[in-house]
């Protein structure tokens, strides 16, 4: 075992077990771990003034950063592990190599230190001061915010070192058993390359936690109320689950109407629609004169929007090649032309709606709004042209999906994205490597990547609009 399954194991049980044992061709490449992996090299970069050497030469060399470094060893009696430093910053102290020692440092996304910084540190020292000849008392966490490096320094005291310790017994323990059940806490799973491995099997199994709304507290209400699985779920009266779902106070039976009719719609894979005047109405209105599909592209962590794209549609029956799709793209943060010309194009057709899925868009629209002084009457009569699809779907139909993202709804309703396997974080990886190697067809991809988000958006709008007309 290594300290990437110490890592998972922290996580998810099955996942540690999955990295181990599972069987590659299940797991999918992750966009996330690599774009983790281009930061952390980055600001380690920094942080050792661009001195970063690979493997154990480096140590010997006397570098002042070292990656790359594997190092195997015991850390309880017969038990071999191996660990794999994220860095290993130089220090003063002696070791086997001279007048200098390591400390292990690891790199940490946001605010927040968790278990798992610490976890990884602890583990590192064991074997790497038995290594390098020569103890080590701390490690450092290293992040970033705007462009300044942080360093957190922590103190590998006994009562860390004995927590890991038991924590790794336990890791062994698992893997060398079966396969661990599927997390409770299904929200892990989002960022997780065995997802697709595991929903398979959530589904097979009726799963409470794959309807939608139903996490791991309210799936263990159900369970000690005997309600196991999506089956139980889905014959269940309404009325008498509305009684159990007390904690949800005034809302219980709306909650239970809506868990059971998922729970029916997702076994029986027809949708249910929730009868409700006011659901389509501002689409409706408009859906002979023509509107606006919006999406962004955006690096949440410099708080960039990196790429505007609109799809102008003269009316709903528009064929797709004569849909006119206009990508803006926003090189360099906060740029005030790339603004003015998102607002000119808004402004092309001042009556149009523009329909989003998902809240960003609109909070983009007004920050721009905001930073181009537009007044608050303004701002107000620009944002009340926005519908956002997300939104009123949920508000119109129960469909048979584990989730409404925009991607599940849209490949449910038959859309394809041009290019395989892609996602927002896809997307962002592809943005990340344009900086880094300037190559425009990665600005391409993107843009593809885009173009195919709004078409995605507009076949959801066609359903909503043509089924609203069927039903009423
Ligand atoms: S998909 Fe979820 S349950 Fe499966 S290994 Fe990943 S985190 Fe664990």
Known sequence: MNSQHLKSFIRCKRKAWLDFKGKKSYEVWSPQKAIDKINQFQIFSIFCNGEIYSGLKACKNGYQGVIGLKIKGNFFQNINAEIRPQLLVKTKGMSKWGP???????????????KEHLFDLAFSSILLGTFQESKIEKGLVISSFGNKVNVEEIYLNKKLRKKVLNVLLSLHECLEGFMPEITQDRKKCTICSWQKFCDKEAKENGYLTDIDGIGAKTALLLKTNGISNTQTLASYSEKKLGEKLSKFNDQKYEKASIFVKQAQAYISGKPYYIFNKN?????????FSGFFIFDIESNPDDKHDFLYGFLK?????????????????NLKNNKVESYRQIIKILFSQKEWPVLHYGETEKIAIINIAKKLNFSFEEIDSLTSRFIDLHTLIRKSWILPLKNYGLKTVSNWLGFEWVQKNVSGSKALYWWIQYQITENEIFLQKIIQYNKDDCLATFKIAK???KNHLKKN
Do not use: R, S
């Open 100 to 114: 200098y020692k390591y400390l292990p440092a690891v790199y940490k996304l946001g605010h927040k230190t968790t």
């Open 279 to 287: 659901n389509t109405n501002d689409l409706l209105e408009k859906k």
């Open 313 to 329: 549609i003269n009316n709903l029956f528009t064929k797709k090649e004569d849909l006119v799709y206009e990508p803006i793209l």
């Open 463 to 465: 359903y909503l609009i």
